[in-house]
């Protein structure tokens, strides 16, 4: 029996654990036919009445073999089109070789694109979006190479007869210039699919799923304030009415200056009545208390999150038979935390709360520890002389290159990646950093991020360290009242709505156990591919400005990284 609909054509996307899954799927909802997306186990039959199937990139190498797909999709006569993971895929499975480079793709890539269906209309050189360190290296037979850029000869593959097609690259992320219209000539002149999926039909479509999965209970709804959560909210009151929904509000603490306050504030103004707001701040500081390691720190705070939850639901009175807990939250947060059957855990995320996203585990994750001293010199000497070469052979002149003793969480080919960043001096211009930044965490497996020195004396950075520190209620504050102070200077100089996010991070890294800051200012259309934002010398200068007078910052840092590879928060 086909799990397919018989009343419209679907396109159907085989999970393999992708950070870019969803993305995909939304993609192909956005030219408007349906896509499914199922699980790579389910069997080739209930996948015949497909316009076309795609195969997902995913975490593993294709030599694990760890996740089970139906080969026989191949077979059934229709348009396979296989990304990343699934490019590879394929050309293992139908007899070709894939190896692992030596040079890995993280970021912008120039493509160079031969005669193809998949590419018509479509530029010869463009630029599109890499995530990956395995290549193909062989074609299975009746495959041609249609696709290549310099690190890359197999970025793109087709059997046009048996309408097979791999591209190394993501056609689904806005990095990749013309990747819709790729996913256009596949879905509508390859696989053939008409149009028949709309907005109206998606919205009643879930409005449907939450009556049917909700039935006769009620809902008590974790809120941020945030779009992802007041869109659930306002969905969730238009499925079952106000009376049935109740939203809670925890204030942890590690909200913004007299963010919580704001987030009651807008929503009674908004028409959301049911609404409690739970002062849990000592609750999570307590929680914190000595935590050092970021995603133990992401699931004291989740935790934390559900015990103050049960707590208030206990005195208003709210029974657990009869009310059900709902959050709403983006599809990035869902994708890293490992929650589809084969994604790789990049974070373990909570929420987001309003204006510029902001994560739900808040300052807290913005907010670095560390339990041990470390200084320049401890990192490994080849360490450091590798990132001087990576500088000097991208023909850049440098004052100097370090590793900063610290790590953050980074995405590099669906994987999870902790590592250090580098930090570039002497070269003044954002934007030349910026492009720095890709060919070193390409070529360098110990850094995911690229930052330069903004403020401060780079003299001192011989004799700065960490220093042991946690989240303490004097940190909190000191963040607070910088990040305030950061958006405060954007807002004057015309620039808040032109940043997506400006994450300011502290860093338990200075002179005389003083504290460092970095500025993280960052564009995205869905968070799933991220280009730092390069702010003009002045306003970066107001900003130094600010941050120096506090009189508890040794250094001000500037991260010019991507996503990937460096995700968008540094825990």
């Not at 590879?88 to 970021?107: D, F, I, S």
């Not at 120039?110 to 463009?126: P, R, T, Y």
């Not at 580098?422 to 211009?429: C, K, N, Q, R, V």
């Not at 807002?491 to 460092?516: C, H, M, N, T």
Request: aromatic share 8%.
């Amino acid at each position: 029996m086909s799990i397919m609909s018989p009343q419209r054509d679907e396109i159907v996307i085989l999970d393999f654990g992708s950070q870019y899954t969803h993305l995909i799927a939304r993609r192909i909802r956005e030219l408007g036919v349906f896509s499914r997306i199922l699980s790579p186990d389910t069997p080739s039959g209930e996948m015949r009445s497909a316009k076309g199937i795609i195969l997902s990139g995913g975490p593993q190498s294709v030599y694990d073999e760890k996740i089970k797909f139906d080969r026989k999709i191949f077979d059934l006569n229709i348009p396979v089109l296989g990304l990343c993971y699934g490019h590879q895929l394929m050309a293992y499975v139908l007899g070709g070789h894939v190896k692992g480079g030596t040079v890995r793709e993280y970021g912008i890539a120039q493509l160079h694109i031969s005669s193809s269906a998949i590419f018509e209309k479509v530029s010869n050189d463009q630029h599109v979006w890499m995530s990956h360190g395995d290549s193909v290296t062989e074609l299975p037979a009746g495959f041609s190479a249609v696709g290549s850029t310099d690190d890359c000869p197999v970025a793109a593959m087709a059997d046009e007869h048996r309408r097979l097609y791999g591209f190394q690259f993501h056609p689904e992320v806005a990095h990749t210039v013309q990747g819709i219209t790729m996913l256009r000539n596949y879905i509508f002149t390859i696989c053939r699919a008409e149009p028949s999926w709309t907005e109206h039909e998606m919205l009643e479509n879930i409005l449907q799923e939450i009556r049917n999965h909700v039935q006769n209970r009620n809902v008590f709804l974790l809120v941020s304030g945030g779009v992802d959560s007041t869109v659930c909210f306002a969905l969730l009151e238009k499925a079952l009415g106000k009376e049935r929904v109740y939203g809670l509000h925890v204030d942890s603490g590690l909200m913004r200056l007299d963010e919580s306050r704001q987030v009651a504030e807008t929503l009674a103004k908004a028409g959301f009545g049911n609404l409690h707001v739970a002062d849990a701040q000592e609750k999570f500081l307590e929680a914190l208390s000595g935590i050092v390691d970021p995603e133990e720190k992401r699931k004291a705070i989740g935790k934390m999150f559900l015990e103050v939850k049960e707590e208030t639901m206990k005195s208003l009175g709210f029974g657990d038979e009869q009310w059900m807990l709902a959050q709403g939250t983006i599809y990035p947060d869902t994708i890293e935390t490992g929650r589809t059957k084969h994604a790789d855990v990049i974070k373990t995320h909570h929420n987001r709360i309003p204006e510029h996203p902001f994560p739900g585990p808040g300052l807290g994750i913005r907010i670095l520890c560390e339990d041990k001293m470390k200084t320049l010199s401890d990192i490994p000497s080849e360490h450091t002389e590798a990132l001087q070469q990576a500088v000097r052979d991208a023909g850049e002149t440098a004052g100097e290159a370090h590793v900063l003793p610290i790590r953050s969480v980074g995405v590099q080919g669906d994987q999870r990646s902790y590592h250090h960043p580098a930090l570039i001096l002497g070269i003044t211009d954002l934007q030349k950093v910026g492009a720095l930044a890709p060919t070193i965490a390409n070529r360098l497996p110990f850094i995911n991020r690229v930052v330069t020195l903004v403020g401060g004396d780079a003299a001192q950075l011989k004799t700065a360290k960490t220093h042991r520190a946690y989240i303490t209620p004097d940190r909190v504050k000191l963040l607070q009242r910088i990040d305030a102070d950061v958006n405060q200077i954007i807002r004057e100089a015309g620039l808040y709505d032109r940043i997506w996010q400006f994450p300011i991070v502290l860093l338990p890294f200075g002179v005389d156990d003083k504290e460092s800051i970095v500025l993280r200012p960052i564009q995205s259309r869905e968070a799933m591919t991220v280009d730092y934002y390069p702010l003009t010398q002045e306003v970066v200068v107001k900003i130094v400005e600010r941050i120096r007078a506090t009189g508890s910052i040794s250094f001000v840092f500037y991260d010019v990284t991507n996503k990937p590879p460096g995700t968008i928060e540094w825990e």
